[in-house]
């Protein structure tokens, strides 16, 4: 069983900055497209930003700006920068991997809570 551990969320003031990381195994990390989703409550799950083998980047407009994702090839971590906290940026923060090789692959973390609040 594939596991990805998330680290880092917590409760925040708005305008403050979170780091969040997700560990995981290397024989996922090296090919995998990692990405970090968001879910408020009562909502689906939404992308929040992607971050491909290669190192390209896609983000939701809702957090382009202020969120940088990236991955740490050596220690096999991604990470979610998050500058300029909102209220609505409020969920529950998941690490996800991704591979598409004639299935999809997919994994998810146990997920991690931010609260944006003052």
């Known amino acids: 069983q594939v596991q990805l551990v998330e680290s880092g969320g917590g409760l925040v003031q708005p305008g403050g900055s979170l780091r969040l990381s997700c560990a995981a195994p290397g024989s996922i990390f090296s090919r995998y497209t990692m990405g970090w989703y968001r879910q408020a409550p009562g909502e689906q799950r939404d992308v929040v930003a992607v971050?491909?083998?290669?190192?390209?980047?896609t983000y939701a407009d809702s957090v382009k700006g202020r969120f940088t994702i990236s991955r740490d090839k050596v220690k096999n971590m991604v990470y979610l920068q998050m500058n300029s906290l909102k209220p609505e940026d409020t969920a529950v923060y998941y690490c996800?991997?991704?591979?598409?090789?004639?299935?999809?692959?997919?994994?998810w973390g146990q997920g991690t809570q931010v609260t944006v609040s003052s």
């Open positions: 971050i491909a083998s290669g190192g390209s980047t």
């Open positions: 996800n991997a991704r591979l598409v090789i004639g299935i999809l692959y997919e994994y």
